[in-house]
C-alpha cells in the first residue's frame, strides 16, 4: 500500500510541473471556490482491519473549499462510509461468559465531518496537485451480528486526515474537472464488541475519485 502511494503522489507531481511547464501562464484560470464529489474505497488498518478485513467501495464524499490567498484553501469535508465483513463459525464470548458459536457478520458504518486546509501548487493550471489535511470527528456504528442477536455500539472521536490528489480540468477553461485524491485516516474510536477483545485507535486508506466543479 505505500508503494501505491508514493506512485500516485509522483504521477500528480510530476504532471502538475509538466503541464505548468508546457503551458504558458496566461493559460487557464484559478477559481476562487472548489466543490467536490467523489466515490471512496475504504481499506482498514491494524486494529479495524482484525475486524473487517475487506477493503470496501461503499462510500462518498461532498466538500468545498475556498482560496484564501495564492494556492491556500480552506474549507469541509462530509461523507458516508461503510465496511462489512462476514465470517464463518466462530465463538462469541458474551459479557456475562456465555459462549455462542454461530457464522458471524460484522460491520461498521461512519459518518466523517472534517474542516479542512489544503495547498494547492499551480490552481491555474489544467492540473493542479494538492496536499490538505483533514481535522475533525466521525460518528460511527459497531454491529456483530450472531444469528437473530445484533449487538452494537455508537460512538464519537476525534480524526485526522492527510491527503494528496489532484484537480484535473476538463478543458483549460472548463470549471468542471475530475478528482483523484489518496488519504489515511486516524481515529480515536474503538469497537469493544467479542471476545473481550478491544480495538482501538482505527485507521484506514481511503482512495477518492470523482468530480469537482470550480467557481471562477
Known amino acids: 500500500m505505500k508503494k501505491i502511494l508514493l506512485i500516485i503522489t509522483v504521477f500528480i507531481l510530476l504532471a502538475g510541473l509538466a503541464m505548468s511547464q508546457d503551458k504558458p501562464a496566461s493559460l487557464g484560470f ?6 467536490t464529489f467523489s466515490w471512496n474505497t475504504t481499506f482498514t488498518m491494524g486494529d479495524f482491519n482484525k475486524w473487517v478485513g475487506n477493503a470496501s467501495p461503499a462510500g462518498f464524499d461532498l466538500g468545498g473549499r475556498y ?3 495564492g494556492g491556500l484553501a480552506a474549507g469541509f469535508n462530509i461523507g458516508w462510509q461503510r465496511v462489512s465483513q462476514m465470517y464463518g463459525y466462530q ?7 456465555t ?7 460484522r460491520f461498521t458504518w461512519l459518518v466523517p465531518f472534517q474542516g479542512v486546509i489544503a495547498y494547492h501548487f499551480i490552481p491555474d493550471r489544467m492540473v493542479s496537485p494538492y496536499v490538505g489535511l483533514g481535522i475533525g470527528g466521525d460518528y460511527m456504528e459497531h454491529h456483530l451480528l450472531v444469528q437473530e442477536y445484533d449487538l452494537y455500539r455508537t460512538r464519537w472521536d476525534f480524526s485526522l486526515t492527510p491527503e494528496v490528489g489532484a484537480v484535473i480540468k476538463f478543458g483549460y477553461f472548463s470549471q468542471w474537472g475530475a478528482l483523484v485524491a489518496f488519504n489515511y485516516k486516524y481515529t480515536t474510536n474503538k469497537i469493544e464488541l467479542y471476545n473481550d477483545r478491544i480495538s482501538k485507535n482505527l485507521q484506514m486508506l481511503n482512495l477518492k475519485v470523482g468530480l469537482s466543479l470550480m467557481i471562477r
Do not use: H
Open 99 to 105: 459462549a455462542l458459536t454461530a457464522t458471524n457478520y
Open 91 to 97: 465463538t462469541y464470548i458474551g459479557p456475562d461468559g
Open 30 to 35: 484559478k477559481p476562487s471556490s472548489y466543490y
Open 67 to 69: 482560496l484564501i490567498k
